[in-house]
């Protein structure tokens, strides 16, 4: 039976540095959400305190109306976790990986292998159920670890960026199967990724944190289209962002270029997305200043007076460092940020500096305060690759 997931002003201070600062996050029962995010965000802490692998400064969590504070034991939750690494006993036939959580609350091995059969059924491995699991692919691993997770009979899923470590051939399988098995059991699923294509697919409903908060939750198509504030405009690489003041229907820019806009009079910040700058058309000019070909479209950065511009035109078309060029910015492509300040800076809603002002997200490094583990490093509340790591992981994921 499925369950909605309510966070509330969730704070998460490990050493007294909080990484989450007042979260709020809501997922309906049945539905499967997509948290994002730059590295360092926030995101893998929020699934561990959701989880109760990390403790809550806090702020609070429910499911189905049940709040789970700190006193609520990580196997009492309901809910399965799905890790980047699939945490597998290698020497283990995977029916009985599949089939820890059981075995940690005490059932029996027959029972045990025909639950794990079902499991293993459902996500398409009804074969392998003997063979030892160190024989596996990374995409069967991780199709263990989901099956594994089932086991559990959770009432919310967790997947930390679950495709990460899968050949890029295999992850549109293993997203299927998330959407699949989600829609099939009518189960609350909320993943976390940094890859915003990855989270436009999968999302019925998406998130994205910057700094420790949710900047906004929405459809994905309105994170990318309608953004809340620069930030995530930004994030969701509506790079074009301008300033400027509104009278009489035109953006008049700080060098005098002006751009048919809706919209009341007065200082307004605007985005457009560089697919929907158009060169070729319209009165204004610009000057190439670089072309890059990106493989689906070639990424053109434009001078437009004072202000930088980036248009995604198709491959072959002729665009050549030098040329100046008409360029259009369709009004109907321009969307009018909320107001957030006086002083018309970028930032997010909370009055914060933009956290992506200065870079690109994906180029950030990892935040250890992320909760991420790097390679041979067991961190507290982590569960290790060992026996007796992986069957308390296990009991953490059983009813």
Not at 19 to 37: F, I, K, M, N, Q
Not at 338 to 366: F, K, R, T
Request: proline content about 7%.
């Amino acid at each position: 039976m499925s369950a909605a997931l309510d966070v509330r002003g969730l704070v998460v201070a490990p050493g007294h540095e909080p990484v989450l600062r007042g979260v709020d996050l809501s997922v309906a029962a049945g539905e499967r959400a997509v948290l994002v995010g730059p590295s360092g965000a926030g995101k893998t802490t929020l699934l561990r305190a959701i989880a109760g692998l990390q403790p809550v400064a806090a702020g609070t969590v429910a499911l189905g109306g049940r709040r789970l504070d700190d006193s609520v034991a990580p196997h009492r939750r309901r809910v399965s976790v799905v890790f980047q690494e699939p945490r597998l006993l290698p020497h283990a036939r995977v029916d009985d990986n599949v089939a820890l959580p059981l075995r940690a609350a005490g059932v029996g091995r027959g029972p045990r292998r025909a639950a794990a059969a079902a499991r293993l059924e459902e996500v398409g491995l009804a074969g392998l159920a003997t063979r030892p699991a160190r024989g596996l692919s990374g995409g069967e691993q991780q199709r263990v670890a989901v099956a594994r997770a089932l086991c559990g009979d959770p009432q919310l899923l967790l997947l930390d960026e679950p495709f990460a470590a899968v050949d890029p051939n295999r992850r549109e399988a293993l997203r299927r199967l998330i959407v699949d098995v989600g829609r099939e059991r009518a189960l609350t699923t909320l993943v976390v990724t940094h890859d915003r294509t990855e989270a436009a697919e999968l999302a019925e409903s998406l998130a994205v944190m910057l700094a420790g908060r949710i900047a906004q939750q929405a459809p994905p198509w309105r994170l990318f289209e309608q953004p809340a504030s620069a930030a995530v405009a930004r994030f969701f690489g509506a790079v074009n962002v301008l300033r400027g003041q509104v009278t009489g229907g035109r953006l008049r820019l700080d060098d005098g270029t002006c751009l048919a806009v809706d919209g009341a009079d007065g200082d307004a910040t605007y985005v457009i997305r560089p697919e929907r700058v158009r060169i070729g058309a319209g009165h204004l000019r610009a000057e190439i200043l670089a072309a890059v070909y990106a493989g689906t479209h070639v990424r053109v950065t434009l001078r437009l007076g004072a202000q930088l511009l980036t248009a995604h035109v198709p491959p072959g078309t002729a665009v050549a460092p030098g040329a100046v060029v008409a360029v259009e910015a369709p009004r109907d492509a321009l969307w009018r940020l909320p107001v957030v300040g006086a002083s018309g800076s970028a930032e997010d809603e909370d009055g914060h500096a933009d956290p992506l002002e200065h870079g690109d997200p994906d180029q950030a490094g990892e935040d250890p305060r992320d909760g991420r583990r790097r390679p041979g490093e067991q961190t507290h509340g982590d569960v290790g690759h060992d026996r007796l790591g992986a069957l308390r992981e296990a009991g953490g994921q059983a009813q």
